[in-house]
Structure formats: C-alpha cells, structure tokens
C-alpha cells in the first residue's frame, strides 16, 4: 500500500507554509474513513493558510507512545521534511505533549495536530470581544500541558547541564503567569456571559430560530436570504465564529434568527466548554434550521456529528427542520449530462422521498446561491413558527 499522496507541481502555490499531513489507519479506523479526514484536515490547512505537498498514511494497532507513527515511517518523514524544507507537519489526531516534542525533535520542524490547527483558524476568525477571549482561553488551556517543550531550546543550546535548573525555573513561571491568564479570561467570559444572557432576555416574547450545521453548509448564505441583511459569507471553513442576531417578519410573523458557528468532526472539547456562551444561542432556541451540503460525499456523516454535538449541548430535542442546501451542485455531480430529464427527476424525488420520511416531512432542498427553493423553505418556517407561538401563548390571541 502507498503510504504517501504527493500533489502534483500545478497544485502548489507560492508564499504559503509547505506542510504534510499525518494520519494512521487504525482497527476502528479504516483507510477509507482516514481519506475523509485528511481531506478536510487539507481544506483546515487550506483555510489556515497551509499549501499540503504530502500525505503520509500508516497501519497500525495502536498509535506509537512516543512518536505516534513508527520508527520507520519517522524516517520517512523526516528525510521528506529535509528534502522539500518543509515548515509544518500536522497530525490528524491529538498529540500528547510529550509526543509533540519528540517529533519536532526528530523532524526539526513545527508540528501540530487538528486541535491546535482549529484553535489556529479560530484564532484569526474571531472579531468580537466574547470569541476573542474564548479562543484565547482554548489556547492557553492547550499551551498549559505543552511549556515543557517550549523550552526545549535551552537544552539543545549548551546541554542539559547548567541549564536545567533556569529552564525549570522558567517553566514554572510560565506555568504560574498561564494559569493566572486561565483564571483572568474565564472571569472575564464570564462577565461577558452575563451580558449575553441579559441581552437575550430583553429580546422579549420573540420566539428564536437558529441555524445550525457543519462548517461551510451556507448557513450565512441562507441567513442573508430569511433575513435580507448582510452577513459575511465565505466558502472556507469557520467563516463564522460570532453569533448574529436579526429580526425577520415573514408574511407579519415576527422571530428572531442567529446564526453561529459551524461544527466539524474531532471539534476540540475544550472549544465547546469554551464557545459554551455562543452555543447558549443553539441551546434556547426555540426552533432549528438544520443546513446539510447534500453535496458533500460525506453529508450523512456530517448530519450525525452535528446531531451529536447538539446532544452534547442538550439541544438534541427541539423543533428542527432539515433544509438540504446545494441542490444546485448536488446535481452537477451526481447527474451525468446525457442522462435523461425524466430520469434526473426521478432519481432527486428518490432522494426526497427518503429524508422526508426520516423527517416526519421536516425537511426542504433548496440552493441558496441559486435562490431555489426559498419559498418553500419560507413556507415552512412561517408554519412552524406559529404553531410554536401558539404552543407558548395558548390562550393569547396571536394575529398574524
């Protein structure tokens, strides 16, 4: 088996940190399930602003203690790294501290894992004063384990002797100024908290929807459509990490729409004890729009870690509509040119006709970027939303 995919020279760009990527096929994941992952770990370097010469895959039991991959494979590796001066190399799963440093000492280069390589993204995503702070807290939660290998520099730079008792030193007052750090971010978060949860009560008797669903489904997009405003929209991953908040009246029903952060497979648990304030949008909301790519190969795989993650936030259990975004590109890759109309159709009422009865009919198709489907998504979204203000107000006369 070929351990490695190299990308071809037209593939390359210029002026971007030349990486590899590193993922082991293990019992409980085959190499199939691998491939997945490391596409989507290329488009996080991708977004993060990584150019991927390589992908290095290996088979085994268990990952390594020491150096996750095997010593073999390590080498490998390492002569790669020489050969093509390669900056970065990024590992698939999380890496212990003391796994890091030893392959940034075998490699002579930065590594990292998709933990730090989301937290990295996030990072340069957040614009207000809440997310800021709740990345810079995932940081310091993940840099506090891993001060030991910071300093590392001052053992290679005259031996151990005669360093060890600063560099220790050393290390210890960074881990004193890093749990101080800890300790101030989550008292200012949790002020910031605060003033979230007020602002959404005074929202008054609105009732709440919010999208939700994998990162890059076109959530925004749609938000933009409902709600004829102007929310950044980007084909990256983590375009948005603010909730946004807007008032929409459909045919005079009043609700409040948000949008927020998309979710992804392996989301560092540590992220979500950190965006808890920004989840809080998911969890008191009163109804979901639940956005698939359905023309991700891997859409189905995206809708449980998605339905997962809000069981893990105790949303599981609300009132949700399904809309499958990117019809448009959904045909474009499924259906061959020659095929026929009669037959195109078919096949899409197929499709329909199976999310429909796993949604008890709670689900729309629609292409944002086409505008299709819109109508029928209004429609529905109207309909929910009154019977949910009737539910809230049973006997209160609502007019629409």
């Known amino acids: 088996m070929k351990g490695y995919i190299e990308l071809s020279s037209d593939q390359q760009s210029m002026g971007l940190e030349k990486a590899i990527l590193v993922g082991l096929i293990l019992p409980d994941q085959p190499e199939t399930l691998l491939d997945e992952y490391l596409a989507e770990l290329d488009f996080l370097a991708q977004t993060a602003g990584a150019e991927v010469l390589k992908v290095f895959k290996q088979r085994m039991k268990h990952p390594h203690r020491k150096t996750f991959v095997g010593k073999g494979k390590l080498e490998e590796m390492a002569q790669y790294v020489e050969e093509k001066e ?46 800021k ?24 730079q005259k031996g151990g002797i005669g360093m060890r008792g600063p560099g220790e030193q050393e290390i210890e007052t960074d881990r004193r100024i890093v749990n101080k750090k800890i300790t101030l971010l989550k008292e200012r978060l949790d002020k910031i908290d605060k003033q979230s949860t007020t602002m959404r009560k005074k929202r008054g008797e609105l009732i709440r929807v919010s999208l939700v669903g994998y990162t890059n489904v076109g959530k925004s997009t749609l938000m933009n459509l409902l709600s004829k405003s102007e929310v950044f929209a980007e084909d990256k991953l983590f375009a948005t990490l603010d909730t946004t908040v807007r008032k929409v009246v459909l045919q005079r029903t009043p609700f409040l729409l948000s949008d927020t952060v998309g979710f992804i497979r392996k989301l560092p648990t540590r992220l979500i004890e950190s965006f808890k304030s920004t989840l809080d949008e998911v969890r008191e909301a009163d109804i979901l729009l639940h956005v698939v790519d359905m ?32 019809l448009d590109l959904y045909e474009e890759t499924e259906f061959d040119e020659f095929l026929d109309e009669d037959v195109k159709k078919d096949i899409l009422e197929e499709v329909k006709r199976k999310w429909r009865k796993q949604t008890d009919g709670k689900c729309v198709f629609v292409s944002a970027i086409e505008k299709r489907g819109i109508e029928e998504l209004r429609d529905m979204l109207i309909q929910i939303v009154r019977d949910e203000y009737t539910i809230r107000y049973p006997y209160k006369t609502v007019f629409f």
């Open 86 to 131: 390669i900056d970065l190399v990024i590992f698939d799963d999380d890496l212990s501290p003391s796994q890091q440093g030893n392959l940034e000492e075998a490699l002579k280069c930065k590594v990292v894992d998709r933990s730090f390589l989301i937290l990295d993204i996030f990072a340069g995503r957040a614009q207000t004063a809440q997310s």
């Open 133 to 156: 702070t709740q990345v810079e807290l995932a940081q310091m939660q993940y840099l506090l384990p891993r001060l030991r290998g910071l300093w590392t520099h001052l053992e290679r």
């Open 295 to 326: 023309a991700h190969p891997q859409h189905e795989e995206h809708i449980k870690v998605v339905q997962q993650t809000l069981n893990e936030i105790g949303a599981s259990e609300k009132n949700t509509i399904m809309v499958f975004n990117k």
